[in-house]
């Protein structure tokens, strides 16, 4: 059974910041990808960023970029969230997701086999 756990998530101000964790957990647990999606109250999952362990490449909704930055630990299991300068459209459940094997598609949410339960940011202006 593979779980994944969010952690971090919370109420702030717009502008500052927030950093959220993943841990993954499972017996026989490995994965290609890890990544961040986000939903926000009465619209569709949309892709925050994901990280492909082999080659270490990173991805980012291009809102998104400069602000938020993806990190991880693949021995570990872990990734992480940076969220800076956050702004109130910002607020969303963001959800944890992993990919087992190989995929072209990793900024898809159909691309995933894992999700966690997901942790609320919740930004005020």
């Known amino acids: 059974q593979v779980q994944l756990v969010e952690s971090g998530g919370g109420l702030v101000q717009a502008g500052d910041s927030l950093r959220l964790s993943c841990a993954a957990s499972?017996?026989?647990?490995?994965?290609?990808?890890m990544g961040w999606f986000r939903q926000a109250p009465g619209k569709d999952r949309e892709f925050v960023a994901a990280?492909?362990?082999?080659?270490?490449?990173?991805y980012y909704r291009t809102s998104l970029k400069g602000r938020f930055t993806i990190s991880g630990d693949n021995a570990k299991n872990t990734v992480s969230l940076q969220m800076n300068s956050l702004k109130p459209e910002d607020t969303a459940v963001y959800l944890c997701?992993?990919?087992?094997?190989?995929?072209?598609?990793?900024?898809?949410?159909?691309?995933?086999?894992?999700w966690g339960q997901g942790t609320t940011v919740t930004v005020s202006s």
């Open positions: 997701a992993a990919r087992r094997t190989f995929s072209m598609f990793i900024t898809s949410a159909e691309a995933y086999d894992y």
């Open positions: 990280i492909r362990w082999s080659g270490g490449n990173t």
């Open positions: 499972g017996r026989t647990f490995s994965s290609f990808a």
